[in-house]
């Protein structure tokens, strides 16, 4: 079951990816003519090439009938190639004067250039401009794919029980989706929220496996030599807090101000609880091996507080269970702590 789980949740995680990927590309990967220049631009760019080749038509046209004039007096080699040189010369100006005549307006152009590259629409007023950018630049508003790995420990504030004596290496690995609303525009607060799969997974050391018997668990000793045992947790995983971002407001143009919401330095901390979905152990030794989805009291709630520092994509977390690893009296007061790196949260 916990396998399903899993392999659901990275499928949905992959099309997510996609999807986000497909609406970029039909956002910003157009046809050339569409994206890297402006429409507009590009008409009246080709109506200026046509305007100056129709003139250096002309006049070149003319300035090979004044050569083969020249031509035809025989004048000795270096009299010609200077004549030749004050005609070609007279043309080049008459072309660039006719040119300059013609009007075109580049710092125009440029303007135009410049909204279409930022907007990706050619705009005829500054209020059209403003709507535009205003549409542009909301407040964030989305579910964004995460994942997560984090070494976790199991903190007691009594005596250590078996478990604490004999705990190996243990890890929490988690995926989902993180919803994020920022509350406006240039708001450095944001709401987060989301659902995520959390698979956590507990070793143990010394040559020692979780056993129960009747109900009970604790941990029994193995006859033999022991490769792997670990009991693996599935838990559903509700995340809810707020984040701060630390950027400065930017100046998108015509009086629009934002704040970017999901990039640069943010902290962020939030409540969590999840709801378990299946328990795995796992043992395998020369012995005998075996998986065992049954049982084993690990508490079939949990609910604890996180606290994450993010730059841009990469984040670095630290949350704590508050409620215990186990139920009612096994391995007592045992609450996970896990400090982990995160991509995308």
Same mark, same amino acid.
């Given at each position: 079951m916990i396998k399903k789980f899993i392999i659901t949740g990275m499928l949905c995680l992959i099309i997510t990816s996609i999807n986000a990927q497909r609406r970029t590309l039909s956002l910003n /990967?157009?046809? $050339?003519e569409d994206t890297t220049v402006s429409?507009?631009?590009?008409?009246?760019?080709e109506e200026y090439a046509v305007k100056i080749n129709e003139i250096i038509q002309e006049e070149k046209k003319l300035m090979e009938a004044e050569l083969?004039?020249?031509?035809?007096?025989?004048?000795?080699?270096?009299?010609? &190639?200077?004549? @030749?040189?004050?005609?070609?010369?007279?043309?080049?100006? $008459?072309?660039?004067?006719?040119?300059?005549? /013609?009007?075109?307006?580049?710092?125009?152009?440029?303007? $135009?250039?410049?909204?279409?590259?930022?907007?990706?629409?050619?705009?005829?007023?500054?209020?059209e401009l403003k709507e535009k950018l205003l549409k542009k630049f909301q407040p964030k508003k989305s579910f964004d794919g995460y994942i997560s790995y984090g070494i976790m =420990?199991? =903190?007691?504030?009594?005596?250590?029980?078996?478990?604490? @004596?004999?705990?190996?290496?243990?890890?929490?690995?988690?995926?989902?989706?993180?919803?994020n609303y920022q509350f406006s525009r240039t708001s450095p607060w944001g709401l987060? &929220? %989301?659902?995520?799969?959390?698979?956590? =997974? !507990?070793? =143990?050391?010394?040559n020692l496996v979780f056993a129960k018997q009747n109900e009970n668990v604790f941990l029994a000793k193995y006859e033999g030599s022991l490769d792997k045992a670990k009991l693996r947790t599935g838990y559903l995983m509700v995340p809810f807090g707020f984040q701060y971002n630390?950027?400065?407001?930017?100046?998108? %143009?015509?009086d629009v101000q934002y704040r970017p919401y999901s990039d640069g330095l943010r902290m962020?901390?939030?409540?969590?609880?999840?709801i378990k979905m299946?328990?795995?152990?796992? !043992?395998?030794?020369?012995?005998? &091996?075996?998986?065992?989805?049954?049982?084993?009291?690990?508490?079939?709630?949990v609910y604890g507080a996180q606290v994450t520092v993010s730059y841009d994509n990469i984040s670095l977390f630290v949350k704590k269970d508050f409620s215990n690893f186990f139920k009612d009296s096994y391995f007592e007061n045992d609450k996970a702590l896990v400090f982990g790196i995160a991509l995308g949260w």
């Open positions: /990967l157009q046809p $050339k429409p507009i631009v590009k008409e009246k760019v083969s004039v020249l031509q035809a007096k025989n004048l000795d080699k270096s009299e010609f &190639s200077k004549q @030749k040189a004050q005609i070609a010369d007279a043309y080049s100006q $008459k072309i660039d004067a006719r040119i300059a005549g /013609l009007g075109f307006d580049l710092d125009q152009m440029i303007q $135009k250039q410049v909204r279409y590259s930022l907007l990706n629409s050619d705009v005829s007023s500054n209020e =420990t199991l =903190t007691n504030d009594k005596p250590d029980n078996d478990l604490d @004596k004999n705990l190996g290496y243990a890890n929490n690995f988690e995926f989902g989706l993180k919803f987060i &929220s %989301g659902l995520g799969f959390s698979w956590r =997974t !507990v070793r =143990t050391d010394n630390f950027s400065k407001l930017q100046n998108a %143009g015509m962020s901390a939030n409540v969590y609880g999840g299946s328990t795995n152990n796992i !043992v395998k030794g020369d012995n005998q &091996s075996f998986r065992d989805r049954s049982n084993y009291q690990v508490n079939p709630f």
